[in-house]
T-cell receptor, first 112, second 111 residues
Framework: QKEVEQNSGPLSVPEGAIASLNCTYSDRGSQSFFWYRQYSGKSPELIMFIYSNGDKEDGRFTAQLNKASQYVSLLIRDSQPSDSATYLC????????????FGKGNQVVVIP | DVKVTQSSRYLVKRTGEKVFLECVQDMDHENMFWYRQDPGLGLRLIYFSYDVKMKEKGDIPEGYSVSREKKERFSLILESASTNQTSMYLCASMVGSYEQYFGPGTRLTVT
């Protein structure tokens, strides 16, 4: 089983809609969770982190963590064309010595 | 703001050359990382360092070595570049168990 899985394929959303991205992880002892945004040809940029169960909101972004079910999600409200990017989920496993485990990413395309 | 810089944005080298990629961070972070990123394969960890002169192998260390003589600087060395090392190389730094911050990346082409 892969450490971090982001299974859904490219996501196309109309401008102004909500984009929803999901990520599951295998290490039950994981303590910290991150979402990165990566534009084509650029490096990943941290947009959200969450450590506790529940929701965390930052502007149009909401991260949701459910440790019992071992998933973390990212909601992008009022999606804009500038949100078109690949979103990477990352998890700091309990054993990891601060080595983050990254998912392969989900591409989001916001259609004007 | 955290700043992580990498010595080159684009680099073209010939097969067999020794290649140095340098990364510098300005936030006194203990942990530094080198990744490569390839289409369909995601981010793969090559090496990381949790202190000066300390290093640990990541998932794909073969063909690479690293050096960390000063806390702010972490170098990746390709001893003898090969075409299968053509990739985007990303450096990151991290304090404690918190967020990793990435540099702008170096797109290396080996011909």
């Amino acid at each position: 089983q892969k450490e971090v899985e982001q299974n859904s394929g490219p996501l196309s959303v109309p401008e102004g809609a909500i984009a929803s991205l999901n990520c599951t992880y295998s290490d039950r002892g994981s303590q910290s969770f991150f979402w990165y945004r990566q534009y084509s040809g650029k490096s990943p940029e941290l947009i959200m982190f969450i450590y506790s169960n529940g929701d965390k909101e930052d502007g149009r972004f909401t991260a949701q963590l459910n440790k019992a079910s071992q998933y973390v999600s990212l909601l992008i409200r009022d999606s804009q064309p500038s949100d078109s990017a690949t979103y990477l989920c990352a998890v700091n496993p309990f054993y990891g010595n601060n080595r983050l485990a990254f998912g392969k990413g989900n591409q989001v395309v916001v259609i004007p | 703001d955290v700043k992580v810089t990498q010595s080159s944005r684009y680099l073209v080298k010939r097969t067999g050359e020794k290649v140095f990629l340098e990364c510098v961070q300005d936030m006194d972070h203990e942990n530094m990382f080198w990744y490569r990123q390839d289409p369909g394969l995601g981010l793969r960890l090559i090496y990381f360092s949790y202190d000066v002169k300390m290093k640990e192998k990541g998932d794909i260390p073969e063909g690479y070595s690293v050096s960390r003589e000063k806390k702010e600087r972490f170098s990746l060395i390709l001893e003898s570049a090969s075409t299968n090392q053509t990739s985007m190389y990303l450096c990151a730094s991290m304090v404690g168990s918190y967020e990793q911050y990435f540099g702008p990346g170096t797109r290396l082409t080996v011909t």
